[in-house]
């Protein structure tokens, strides 16, 4: 019959070697997920300038028909 330190051993060593591979697959993921925050930012980042863009161009012309009615 085994004791019970043996057993508190091998659940002991059952844990930490669990424990570095969730360590090991997070910093996989994270990497990975902070791999596609940036590619998604840059992506995200083109369309608001081109958003910003428009929106200027927009405001000119509103002030410009403004500037019209106004003569």
Do not use: I, Q, V
Request: proline share 0%; no cysteine; net charge positive.
């Amino acid at each position: 019959m085994k004791s019970h330190f043996a057993d508190e051993e091998r659940l002991r060593g059952r844990r930490e070697n669990s424990g570095e591979k969730r360590l090991g697959t997070n910093t996989y993921l994270g990497s990975l997920t902070s791999k596609t925050k940036r590619d998604f930012g840059e992506k995200t980042l083109g369309k608001r300038r081109e958003n910003l863009g428009n929106l200027a161009d927009e405001e000119r012309l509103r002030e410009r028909r403004e500037t019209s009615r106004t003569s």
